[in-house]
């Protein structure tokens, strides 16, 4: 591979990937937008007498403005990574911090001045979806002064963070020989699980206030379904997700003996007790069936593959010239290869989506055993319409891009759920 792979042959294959996948995320969000456009003046029989016509047309006008800016946003994403690569930018850094820096100094500057470059240009793009597109759609309460408090925060944390992370790999791979793809990986997976267990106690409450569940009927039930499911946490929390938007959500975090169920405060305005009940229950099932393990698990097993094949390319003298750089180091194949690499997985979404959406009915299920299936679809219809999710997005779109089960398949399943 390292003899045949020559600079035009790497320069031809990136192009031809980078069109066939620019392209049809662009054809993926037409049909998205056209279907969600045609069916928005008819709300689906599932949902008759449970979603009005207004919010259901909410719900089209809402998808299709995000999917239009998500296109606009995909050409500009495009149009900086060929700046990066073959237009000479990544070229340009190298000799920069090359005529002033060596080492793994030299690495840390090539890579936070890329990833920085990357932030700065979704900015605007960032600003628009939230002051133009959300506030359009009653749906932000975030000010500017957060957005960028927020933003400075990510900022400073990735700088903690990923310094000693990037340190660590850089020095990994120039000291370990031809197999330090195998150590990067395994430091890598370690410091995964690490992040996991830390998350919930240092790194969230640095963005939003956690708060434990106050007493009542809410706590009584959800205390008593954790006891029938055998599931143990460090804590029952309330996040001020109304800070920043009118949109709901529940969900675990933590790992081993650190776990934490998290409400937003804006799911609990809204849910009658049994319902929020039946929301934890399917979060319950996605424990229960061991699908965040299974995730961890497919995620370190890509890992490998993807580090082992930047172990080969890293080799290949094509592999830089042919991406637009005169010399290769690690530092310039590690940003290399992370710019380049999605054009070449993105055919591959449905698969990944698929595993997500089939876990999503597996925990249904366990929601419909242990507390109900009309509960949880009573509350997944609050939760569509108060979030504005289409109930009719693009079968083809759909497959591409939606963890989750479609809205009708959804309840659909879970009406078969029902005891007879």
């Known amino acids: 591979m390292t003899d045949t792979l020559s600079p035009a042959a790497v320069t031809t294959l990136f192009l031809a990937a980078f069109v066939a996948t620019l392209v049809l995320r662009l054809w993926l969000a037409a049909r998205q937008a056209s279907h969600v456009g045609r069916h928005a003046d008819a709300v689906p029989a599932q949902f008759a007498g449970r979603i009005s016509l207004e919010a259901h047309r909410k719900a089209a006008a809402y998808t299709v403005a995000k999917t239009r800016w998500g296109m606009v946003a995909a050409m500009a994403d495009g149009a900086l990574l060929l700046l990066l690569t073959l237009g000479g930018g990544l070229a340009a850094l ?16 090539l890579i936070f ?14 600003l628009y979806r939230q002051f133009v597109i959300e506030e359009r759609f009653g749906f ?25 992370v990037l340190l660590a790999v850089l020095w990994l791979m120039g000291n ?3 197999l330090w793809w195998l150590y990067v990986w395994i430091f890598w997976c370690v410091f995964s699980l690490s992040i996991h267990f ?27 379904l954790l006891s029938r499911c055998g599931f143990r946490s460090s804590g029952l929390f309330v996040m001020d997700g109304s800070k920043r938007s009118s949109h709901g959500n529940a969900y675990f975090t933590g790992f081993g003996n650190n776990k934490r169920i998290v409400f937003f405060d804006t799911l609990l305005e809204r849910l009658a007790p ?11 099932g996605h424990f229960r069936r061991r699908h965040v393990v299974k995730h961890i ?29 005169a010399g290769g180091n690690t530092a310039l194949a590690l ?86």
Do not use: C
């Open 113 to 126: 001045s890329v990833l920085a470059i990357q932030s700065v240009a979704d900015l605007p793009f960032a």
């Open 274 to 284: 049994a319902e929020v009940e039946a929301v934890l229950a399917h979060e319950l």
């Open 176 to 178: 370990l020989g031809s």
């Open 297 to 325: 698990a497919l995620s370190f097993l890509l890992s490998l593959f993807f580090l082992w094949l930047l172990g080969v390319l890293i080799e290949t003298p094509g592999f830089f010239a042919g991406l637009g750089v």
């Open 94 to 109: 190298d000799r920069l911090w090359g005529g002033m820096l060596s080492g793994h100094a030299y690495g840390l500057a």
């Open 335 to 420: 940003v290399l290869f992370f710019l380049v690499i999605p054009v070449f997985t993105f055919p591959f979404h449905p698969l990944t989506s698929y595993l997500s959406r089939r876990h999503e009915f597996e925990a249904d299920a366990y929601a419909a055993e242990n507390a109900g299936a009309d509960d949880l679809v009573r509350a997944l219809v609050k939760l569509y319409q108060d979030n504005a999710a289409t109930l009719t997005p693009d079968p083809l779109h759909s497959l591409f891009y939606d963890s989750h089960p479609p809205a009708a398949q959804r309840i659909e399943h879970l009406h078969r759920l029902r005891p007879a």
């Open 140 to 164: 932000n309460r975030m000010t500017l002064g957060l957005f960028f408090s927020d933003f400075a925060k990510q900022s400073l944390l990735a700088g903690a963070i990923g310094v000693p």
């Open 198 to 224: 830390i998350y919930p106690t240092w790194i969230a409450p640095l963005f939003n206030k956690f708060s434990p569940l106050g007493e009542g009927e809410m706590k009584t039930r959800i205390e008593a």
